[in-house]
């Protein structure tokens, strides 16, 4: 069964660099998103992408924020210049499979780790 | 805006009880409805959904779920829970026409034997 994968697993960063966290959709999904869980808090959107624009973003992706998918398979979240607050479990999803667009499909997460 | 009560943050059970998650949505408009699983150390996944039709929806691993238009109410049962469903249970909420899911906080399921 086709799945969303993201990578890496885990990162640790210094406050103020900057990470990218990459994921792969399912194949022929149309519409891409991320959500972040902060340790104990409920699961937040962050953006939805489509046809390679944001189409919805949340008050959370400001501009330190930015998504791209450079090619035909990754989708990737880049935080600029990361803060302590960032450190959470990012979530990829897709979806977008005819007569199944409304259900979005989320990869395992990565866990950042902001010191 | 749409919101999304999960009011029971732990829910301990002994295996092979029933059990039922609640879940309660505010919104003015019509919204699609989730159950999301998620195992410790794990992912999201998809548990059950409704988008129309039959109001009572069934899931992965025995679970299902009843749609309350006139309570907005969403509750997920299982009849006898086995310890392997031990996880968080999300209860999400998306507009019609939108993208953006709502969750609520989440509900984590105890079971013991």
Redesign the interface.
């Known amino acids: 069964e086709p799945e969303v994968t993201?990578t890496p697993s885990h990162q640790v960063t210094q406050m103020g660099q900057e990470v990218i966290l990459r994921c792969v959709p399912i194949s022929n999904h149309l519409?891409f998103?991320w959500?972040r869980q902060i340790l104990g808090?409920?699961?937040?959107?962050l953006v939805?992408f489509?046809n390679n624009e944001i189409?919805?973003k949340?008050e959370i992706f400001d501009d330190q924020f930015s998504v791209e998918r450079p090619d035909g398979s990754n989708f990737t979240l880049k935080i600029r210049s990361t803060k302590l607050e960032d450190s959470a479990m990012y979530?990829c999803?897709s979806?977008g499979l005819a007569g199944d667009t409304?259900?979005?499909?989320?990869?395992?997460?990565t866990r950042l780790t902001v010191l | 805006a749409q919101s999304v009560t999960q009011l029971d943050s732990q829910v301990p059970v002994f295996e092979e009880a029933p059990v039922e998650l609640r879940c309660n949505y505010s919104s003015s408009v019509s919204v699609y409805l989730f159950w999301y699983v998620q195992y410790p150390n794990q992912g999201l996944q998809l548990l059950l959904k409704y988008l129309s039709g039959s109001t009572l929806v069934k899931g992965i691993n025995g679970f299902e779920a009843e749609f309350n238009k006139s309570q907005t109410s969403f509750h997920l049962r299982k009849p006898s829970v086995h310890i392997s469903d031990t996880a968080e249970y999300f209860c999400a909420v998306i507009l019609t026409g939108f993208q953006k899911l709502v969750f609520g906080t989440g509900t984590r399921l105890l079971v013991s034997p």
Request: charged share 15%.
């Open positions: 993201q519409y998103y959500y808090q409920k699961v937040e959107f939805s489509y189409s919805e949340s979530f999803a979806s409304d259900t979005q499909y989320f990869g395992p997460g």
